[in-house]
């Protein structure tokens, strides 16, 4: 399949199709990963952005699924892309990269941008995107408001409640993730600290006796790896004192949507203090 689809692209280049020159500030900028159709939508000039993932219109993973509706989706093929003739292709550091290097030997542009791991890349993915776009002034526009929001919420807290992170086959993440930073801005203590992530047993959860826990939306349909979200220790849990709250598209990316994520997050703590007085 690969073999025929470079014979295909490479045809096409013999007979006269090629990408846009490479320059300043590219025109035809095309996104293959959620998180950077996000960050593209977000700084690209009107006409610029001519394609986003098919993800970036569901409305279970995009925190913009509905701006996603006004541009053409793209399935990560090296040659749709490429017939679009595109002088800018944005992609993830682990998606489409099959894709991204058929498309690199036929001479477009690539740039790959890596998952945030921390509230300190929005602005550095921000950054890096603005200026491959040559969209820096509206890169840093957004920066500062990102900057300025987040230290806002950033609020002095006196008590800081035990929250678990827990997700589909009983995994969690610690202090040094995106969604272990979001926890702390937001003003709860992860109790899986700085041990980072992986799978965190029942028992622990159990001994751990978090004050809330804090769980991904469901998926429609039935899914094994969620089947442990329904145990009966979690439904103890949840009965005899953690509160619950469910992560959403907000958490999913490296981008300004994660104040929104910690803005409600901190909501949900204030209902625990209050409840607790």
């Excluded at 950054?127 to 919420?153: C, P, Q």
Aim: hydrophobic share 50%.
């Amino acid at each position: 399949m690969l073999r025929r689809a470079l014979i295909l692209l490479s045809l096409l280049a013999a007979m006269g199709f090629s990408p846009a020159a490479a320059q300043e500030a590219p025109a035809r900028v095309v996104s293959m990963n959620l998180c950077t159709d996000q960050l593209a939508m977000l700084l690209a000039a009107p006409g610029q952005l001519l394609s986003v993932s098919k993800l970036a219109r569901d409305p279970m993973s995009s925190a913009m699924a509905d701006a996603a509706m006004a541009y053409p989706v793209n399935h990560g093929q090296a040659e749709e892309v490429w017939l679009m003739q595109p002088d800018l292709v944005v992609v993830g550091s682990y998606t489409a990269q099959a894709a991204a290097q058929m498309l690199e030997r036929l001479g477009t542009r690539v740039l790959r941008i890596a998952p945030a791991a921390s509230l300190a890349d929005v602005p550095a993915r921000l950054r890096t995107l603005g200026e491959a776009m040559g969209r820096e002034a509206r890169a840093e526009a957004l920066i500062t408001e990102f900057e300025t929001h987040l230290a806002a919420l950033r609020e002095k807290v006196d008590r800081r409640p035990s929250a678990a992170l827990y997700y589909a086959n009983g995994y969690t993440t610690g202090d040094q993730t995106l969604a272990g930073e979001i926890l702390l801005a937001a003003g709860f203590n992860n109790i899986a600290g700085a041990r980072g992530g992986g799978q965190l047993p029942l028992e622990a959860l159990a001994m751990a006796q978090p004050e809330a826990l804090i769980t991904a939306r469901p998926y429609p349909g039935a899914s094994r790896s969620e089947e442990i979200l329904m145990h009966p220790v979690v439904r103890q849990l949840r009965a005899a004192q953690a509160a619950t709250a469910n992560t959403g598209t907000d958490w999913v990316c490296g981008t300004p949507f994660v104040l929104q994520a910690i803005e409600e997050l901190s909501e949900f703590r204030k209902t625990l203090e209050t409840e607790t007085e």
